[in-house]
């Protein structure tokens, strides 16, 4: 298993922009569904948008047409660009293979939207 490297995180006020990125080696990426996660304080670990290696994407309700999730499988990274962030954006925010176990859980990128 492979762990991936989130960074991009960071303070931003209500209604701002952040992306964030993810880094995950191995050949086997571009094979791969990914999907970004998040986990705030006190509650589970919840799946925010996903895509296939095609390009077909999801979003959870709460961020779809806020929240972007794009990939560039030549330099194996998982981007989330989000927009209009709310306060109940703030969480650490993770990137994982949904539908399988080939990479690991990474340490996460804290995101705290200020009000």
């Known amino acids: 298993q492979v762990q991936p490297v989130e960074s991009g995180g960071g303070l931003v006020q209500s209604g701002g922009s952040l992306r964030l990125s993810c880094a995950a080696s191995?050949?086997?990426?571009?094979?791969?569904?990914m999907g970004w996660y998040r986990q705030a304080p006190g509650t589970e670990r919840e799946l925010v948008a996903r895509i296939t290696p095609g390009g077909y994407t999801y979003y959870a309700t709460s961020v779809k047409g806020r929240f972007t999730i794009s990939r560039d499988n030549a330099k194996n990274t998982l981007t989330l660009q989000m927009n209009s962030l709310k306060p109940e954006d703030t969480a650490v925010y993770y990137c994982?293979?949904?539908?399988?176990?080939?990479?690991?859980w990474g340490q996460g990128t804290q995101v705290t939207v200020s009000s």
């Open positions: 191995g050949s086997s990426f571009r094979y791969t569904a």
């Open positions: 994982k293979d949904p539908f399988s176990d080939r990479f690991n």
